[in-house]
Nanobody, 124 residues
Framework: QVQLVESGGGLVQAGNSLRLSCAAS????????MGWFRQAPGKEREFVAA????????IYADSVKGRFTISRDNAKNTVYVQMNSLKPEDTAVYYC?????????????????WGQGTQVTVSS
């Protein structure tokens, strides 16, 4: 049974940082690309960041480039996103996703498994 469990969300002031974690189980984590997506109220789900199964390459949305860092620990079956210099427009539910393919993708349809999401709220 595949499980993706996000944690680390919360309420922060603009300019501060948060680190989200996603604990994975039920599939071969080290050969699966992982991604983070987010969905703000009234908007479509959008890509945030992705990382290869090996961790050797990362992809970022332009809106978060330079502020967010995705990483993974294959020994712990966990993927992270460090979010710095948060802005009110980063407010959204953040979802972790797994792809049964080692290469990352910016397209949500390329991902096979999804977590339940964790709320991030950035106040101005």
């Amino acid at each position: 049974q595949v499980q993706l469990v996000e944690s680390g969300g919360g309420l922060v002031q603009a300019g501060n940082s948060l680190r989200l974690s996603c604990a994975a189980s039920g599939f071969t984590f080290s050969t699966s690309a992982m991604g983070w997506f987010r969905q703000a109220p009234g908007k479509e789900r959008e890509f945030v960041a992705a990382i290869r199964g090996s961790g050797s390459r990362t992809i970022y949305a332009d809106s978060v480039k330079g502020r967010f860092t995705i990483s993974r620990d294959n020994a712990k079956n966990t993927v992270y996103v460090q979010m710095n210099s948060l802005k009110p427009e980063d407010t959204a539910v953040y979802y972790c996703a797994a792809r049964t393919n080692p290469f990352g993708s910016i397209y949500s349809n390329d991902y096979n498994y999804w977590g339940q999401g964790t709320q991030v709220t950035v106040s101005s």
